[in-house]
């Protein structure tokens, strides 16, 4: 469950028994927790999700867990201002598209990033298979598909998947 600070935290749920969604148990709460993207990969879950710094900019994070109790401390992907994200899972691979907000304005939005994971967050690429290392912390990035901020446009993301071949297919 999202949370965005003490007054709301982020919370974890497991359910009480493999496979049912009739009971659950609140295993975790986290202050800073927003928007997040869980997902079940080779017997790990991985969640994406979304710190607000201290100027209220949003950045990306990751962070993973063998059994849904213990998790590891949060790690930062991605922090140049601001960011939101769309994020997809498939053949034990994560993929997650994401936009830049120049000044911190979520309204102006403009950018098109795309970075995967093959090994639950221990590495992250880009779409050509060039490695980087989180955080990237500059608009001008490895990550960077198109530049749409020297073309005075927004971007709008949808949505993020895999195709048949592992490519990734960003609707924005």
């Known amino acids: 469950v999202a949370g965005r600070g003490r007054r709301r935290p982020g919370r974890v749920f497991r359910s009480r028994d493999p496979y049912c969604v009739d009971r659950f148990e609140q295993v975790r709460e986290w202050e800073l927790f927003a928007y997040p993207q869980p ?4 017997g ?10 201290e100027d209220g900019n949003r950045e990306l994070y990751w962070r993973s867990s063998p059994d ?3 998790w590891t401390a949060p790690s930062k992907l991605v922090g ?23 000044d911190g304005i979520p309204d102006r939005r403009t950018n098109l990033y795309v970075l995967r994971t093959r090994d639950r967050g221990r590495t992250w690429e880009t779409v050509d298979g060039t490695v ?9 990035n490895e990550a960077l598909v198109t530049d749409y901020a020297a073309r005075d446009r927004l971007v709008y993301l949808n949505d993020v998947t ?7 297919v960003v609707l924005y």
């Open 162 to 168: 895999l195709d048949s071949r592992g490519r990734p």
């Open 80 to 102: 140049i201002g601001g960011h939101y994200q769309v994020s997809d899972a498939a053949d034990g691979e994560i993929v997650t598209a994401f936009n830049w907000h120049p």
């Open 44 to 53: 790990t879950v991985v969640v994406c999700f979304t710190i607000y710094d």
């Open 39 to 42: 997902w079940w990969l080779d």
């Open 68 to 70: 849904g109790r213990d």
């Open 132 to 140: 980087v290392d989180p955080p990237l912390v500059s608009p001008d």
